[in-house]
C-alpha cells in the first residue's frame, strides 16, 4: 500500500517576501571561520573515532 505525500507548503504575499528578505540578508553576512584550534580539535576527534573499537571486538 503506497503512502500518501504530504503537500508542499508555498510562501506567497507578504511571508515569502520576508522569507526571501531574510535569506539574501543571511546571505550576505560573513561566514564563520573556524579557529586553528577548534580546527585541530575537530580532527583530533574525527581520527579517534575512527580508531575506535566497540567493547565486544576488543581483544582481552
Do not use: H
Not at 507578504?14 to 586553528?36: C, D, T, Y
Request: charged share 40%; aromatic share 8%; proline share 8%.
Amino acid at each position: 500500500m503506497a503512502t500518501p505525500i504530504k503537500a508542499v507548503p508555498i510562501l506567497t504575499g507578504e511571508l515569502a517576501e520576508e522569507f526571501i528578505f531574510r535569506a539574501e540578508e543571511n546571505e550576505r553576512k560573513p561566514r564563520r571561520e573556524v579557529s586553528p584550534e577548534r580546527q585541530k580539535e575537530i580532527s583530533d576527534f574525527l581520527k579517534r573515532s575512527k580508531e575506535y573499537v566497540p567493547s565486544w571486538r576488543r581483544r582481552q
